[in-house]
């Protein structure tokens, strides 16, 4: 079997994207790059923007991105505890108002059709965020809703992670 047709075969015949067209995949990242800027400059941290990636790709149901950003959010100091709880983060005490703004925003930005939850999210972050943090929680939604879009269209596999020895 050819290495197309391995390819082809454990995608289920999709077409990965990003390998399709490098061009726009690039341009893709270095908007992504940009944003994490952004973010830092507005005084987002990174744990925060980790838990935007990760509730916006639980929305979307991008396996791909929930593995790779939930590594990342504990290599940024984000806790189990909170990433298990994250899908019902209305329901606990465990996120500061401006994380629950934060969220909220994120989830509008995915769904935007729906104009009422919109309008709360977005009054709700107009409490507790600069114009600065909700432009850059805004960016952060769009981003990674791009790139939910590149993983799950493309049906990105999530591999086994690598046990790492103990100390």
């Excluded at 050819?2 to 015949?13: H, I, L, W, Y």
């Excluded at 965020?129 to 493309?154: G, H």
Aim: glycine fraction near 2%.
């Amino acid at each position: 079997m050819t290495e197309a047709a391995v390819a082809v075969a454990t995608t289920g015949g999709r077409v990965y994207v990003d390998k399709q067209s490098p061009r726009a995949y690039k341009a893709l990242a270095a908007t992504a790059e940009a944003v994490r800027e952004v973010a830092a400059e507005a005084g987002l941290d990174r744990p925060l923007v980790e838990l935007i990636n990760i509730r916006v790709s639980q929305l979307n149901a991008c396996a791909f991105c929930l593995d790779l950003h939930t590594r990342t959010a504990l290599r940024a100091g984000e806790t189990t505890q909170r990433l298990a709880v994250l899908p019902a983060w209305r329901d606990t005490a465990l996120f500061s108002s401006r994380e629950r703004a934060a969220l909220a925003l994120a989830e509008a930005t995915t769904h935007p059709a729906d104009a009422g939850a919109q309008e709360s999210a977005y009054a709700a972050a107009r409490t507790v965020l600069s114009d600065d943090e909700i432009s850059a929680v805004i960016w952060v939604a769009i981003t990674m809703n791009a790139f939910n879009r590149v993983s799950v269209m493309s049906k990105h596999p999530v591999r086994p992670a690598v046990p790492t020895p103990s100390a």
